[in-house]
Each structure stands twice: as C-alpha cells, then as structure tokens.
C-alpha cells in the first residue's frame, strides 16, 4: 500500500532520505511540480564508496494516492553502470512477464541481459528497495 497521500507527503519523503537512511550521503533529487496533480522527481542519491543512484520519476496524484507512471533508476560504482531499472514495456519477451513492466538490466551485456524486477512498483515508492540494494552492496 502506498503510504503517500499526496504529492506534498511524497515530497517530504524525498527532501528527508539523509534522515531515514543512513547510508545516504547526499541526494541531488528534486521535485519538480507539473500542476496540481503531476510532477517529476529527478536527480541522484550519492553512497560511500562511489556508490549511487540516478533517477527520473513521472508521478501523479489522483484518489488519494501518489503513482508512479513512468521511471528510469541507474545503479552506479564510480564510473561503472553496474544495472538500471525501468518499465519500458518489452512484451514479446516471456521471461519478464511475471513483473510486466518492471525490469532490470544487469551484466553481462547490460542493455540487452533483462530480469523480472519484484521490487519495484508503479503503486507505491522505488526509492527504499533501491538504496536497499546499494545498502547490500555496502555490506558485502
């Protein structure tokens, strides 16, 4: 369920990551209103270690709840894309029917080696089980 029952609370989520997740150093994003009920979150969340994320989200607010219609995440070490995500629909390919849309690019051959992506949701924030993902990569 998504805890977020506007824009304004999916904002404040955003400008508040350093507080909820200590593993975040800093964070580029920013909110960009598009209307009432539209806006885009953009930008890059920095780890120790070289780690860091860069994202775009097209988010919009309709019956009490924030959606993400569209997103890009890219996962990073230094200067080496090691995945990214996105809900670029591929339907002619069954192994990533279980998560259709959602997929993650990963190695070898990055752009065209695609996995179902349970984690990630057009309903409810991306945000947390990505910097999960970087915490794990932290810790191993």
Not at 34 to 45: H, N, S, W
Not at 50 to 76: N, P
Not at 125 to 139: T, W
Request: charged share 20%; aromatic share 12%; with cysteine.
């Amino acid at each position: 369920m998504n805890p977020f029952q506007s824009l304004s609370d999916y904002e404040e989520f955003v400008y508040t990551l350093m507080q909820q997740f200590p593993a975040v150093l800093g964070s580029t994003l920013i909110v960009v209103w598009r209307g009432k009920r539209m806006a885009t979150l953009q930008g890059e969340i920095t780890f120790l270690q070289g780690y860091r994320i860069t994202l775009k989200e097209r988010l919009s607010f309709d019956e009490g709840s924030v959606m993400i219609e569209d997103y890009g995440y890219e996962l990073w070490c230094k200067e080496i894309k090691i995945s990214w995500y996105d809900s670029q629909p591929h339907p002619d390919d069954p192994a990533l029917a279980s998560t259709y849309p959602h997929h993650q690019h990963i190695p070898p051959d990055i752009k065209h080696h695609r996995i179902p992506a349970y984690n990630m949701s057009f309903n409810q924030p991306n945000l947390p089980a990505l910097i999960q993902e970087i915490e794990k990569l932290l810790n191993s």
